[in-house]
């Protein structure tokens, strides 16, 4: 019988399967970070338990860590104590960690794959809703609870239910000035955030397959945000490139080996998927997030929606909300926005091809009077890489902060947040109330559009800078 | 984890859809090591006027007299999205909830929940429609959640039947270590080991 892809790999990693009570599929990877594993090591500890298979997981820190400085004395005290945990469950219980202070280190969901830890067909977890991210390889890629991390901790295995499966497809050429970024902001507003809730998310057709592993990573990264529970992409060529020769990637025999099983994981010809959607990328303009969920969502040619002219009264009444905490009236063009901040940042959006573009739109321009920008590579590679081919000069002179590796501002954890009332054009994944900081405003956006109102202090249609 | 069979409490109704984890519990009480104590900052931002948490906002639902013991959250749409973070059930059980009543919720909010002693109880709209206007009408009514017979009744005996995952309800039913669970299965995680092995040297 015909298979869909994420088929393959669920059956691949069946440990025990059970129509009756649950299933138990293996973990092949276990990526772990500061803030969501502090008490599932404490649960082992309590319980009596050691790490399974301690040389699948992997550590590091990255939503708390400074942006500033590399010193362990000057991070805030609570952010510092929650490390130092990390640190010492690591050492005690024989973890690899890529710490703060390392040049190794970043957000959790981009040294995976330049690591090559990241591989096709495996099964990826991690506790944080972005893990989806990993799927761009061709994994089954998800997030997961503390209770969960220890129990992948203790077992290398996680109790699951089969999900649906839903294929989107989307062909055609994108147009000048849109990105993957514009590909998923735009498929979340057509299926909404609770769209695809139950479902492992396929993105096919001629649009992905034209596109860079960063480019299939930042779709996959943004399932979670049509409430996908996985989102996946067949490799091919361009993902066994990026693959070989990095540090965890097979080698000599064993990588001719996993090759050949690689070219296995694609969906098979015929094979049912539960929902499917079809798109033209011609249909795709340069998006722009308005409200409070990155559902709500608009071209930049578009303006604010007026939420009386929404039929459903629960989105109604959402969209009224989004709209007085956003301060926005209906009917203001996008294009008119003024922003206060910047942050090109983020698991979805800080990695070197996210710099490379956006670096050339600002090259010898500056940014407003009015804004504060901050660049924060993905991670400490991506920094370096960046600095050498001479990034960071382009934009320190236009203006930009250049800051260390971390989550930053994507939600505020460590000390670069939005303050109250402040309105930030933001190349992260969420625009909740308080992402960014209490009282602070989100719109979300590529990395092109985040520096080109950088630029203009106010929301703007990057097509203009290309 | 505490069993649960049935539970009867206040019922508080927070009409909004798309409630997410950081407005269940926003990130600044992230940076705790342990479970407990979460409570006093669930839906921090509405719940209070300033930042410090110190001066509540008199028009949040959980702050009036009549909703201050609810255990009963009634919702909408898509409850629990966003950020994978566990401290949104522990805040919430802390608090004292103990039954979540929307017509959907988040996938990994619904695996943190079930962890947690935490029953959802998905119903049609419809229904989360009418049990808004009963709450409105009779404000600090109860209903009564039956994990064993799947329904809510409220307390003018209406009674509505929801579905649930059987594995997830024997684990609320018998409060079930879920690693002790799957640790009968040792024999069979080996066995897989062994197979990769053989099979994937290089994950090996």
Known sequence: MPKTLYEKIWEDHLVRESQKDISLIYVDLHLVHEVTSPQAFEGLRQSNRKIRRPEKTFATMDHNVSTRTKDWSKVETTSRAQMEVLAKNCQEFGVTLYDFATQDQGIVH???????????????????????????????????????????????????????????????????????????????????????????????????????????????????????????????????????????????????????????????????????????AEDIKPQVTWGTSPGQVVSIEDTVPDPEKIVDPVERGA????????????????????????FLGSCTNARIEDLRVASKIIKGKKVHAKVHAIVVPGSGQVKAQAEKEGLDKIFTEAGF??????????LGMNDDRLNKGERCASSSNRNFEGRQGPGGRTHLMSPEMVVAAALEGKITDVRKYL | MEPFRTHTGIVAPLDRANIDTDAIIPKQFLKKIDRKGFGK??????????????????????????????????????????????????ALSDFGFRVIIAPSFADIFFNNCSKNGILLVPLRSQEVDDLFKEVAQNKGTRITADLEKRTVETSNGKEYRFDINEFTRECL????????????????????????????????
């Open chain 1, 110 to 280: 981009v040294i995976g794959p330049e690591k090559g830890l990241t591989q096709p067909g495996m099964v990826i977890v991690c506790g944080d809703s972005h893990t989806a991210t990993h799927g761009a390889f061709g994994s089954l890629a998800f997030g997961i609870g503390t209770s969960e991390v220890e129990h992948v901790l203790a077992t290398q295995t996680l109790q699951q239910d089969k999900a649906k499966t839903m294929l989107i497809e989307i062909n055609g050429k994108l147009g000048k000035g849109v990105t993957p970024k514009d590909v998923i902001l735009y498929i979340i507003g057509q299926i909404g955030t609770s769209g695809a809730t139950g479902y492992v998310i396929e993105y096919a057709g001629s649009t992905i397959r034209a596109l860079s592993m960063e480019g299939r990573m930042t779709i996959c990264n943004m399932s979670i945000e049509a409430g996908a529970r996985a989102g996946m992409i067949a490799p091919d060529e361009t993902t066994f490139a990026y693959l070989k020769g990095r540090e965890f990637s097979p080698n000599g025999t064993n990588w001719e080996k996993a090759l050949a099983y690689w070219k296995t994981l694609l969906t098979d010809t015929g094979a049912k998927f539960d929902k499917v959607i079809k798109i033209k």
């Open chain 1, 319 to 342: 969209a009224r909300n989004a709209l007085v905490y956003m301060d926005l009236k209906p009917e203001t063009a996008m294009s008119e926005i003024t922003i206060d901040k910047v």
């Open chain 1, 401 to 410: 902060e250049w800051r260390y590796a971390g989550c930053s501002m994507c």
């Open chain 2, 41 to 90: 900052h669930l839906f921090h931002e509405w719940r209070y006027l300033d930042y410090e948490g110190t001066k509540e906002n008199p028009d949040f639902i959980l702050n009036k007299q009549e909703y201050r013991q609810a255990t009963v959250l009634l919702t909408r749409d898509n409850f629990g999205c966003g950020s994978s973070r566990e401290h949104a059930p522990w």
């Open chain 2, 173 to 204: 039913l018998n409060g079930l270590d879920q690693i002790d669970w799957t640790e009968k299965f040792k024999d069979k995680i080996e066995a897989f080991e062994k197979k990769i092995k053989k099979e994937k040297p290089w994950l090996a």
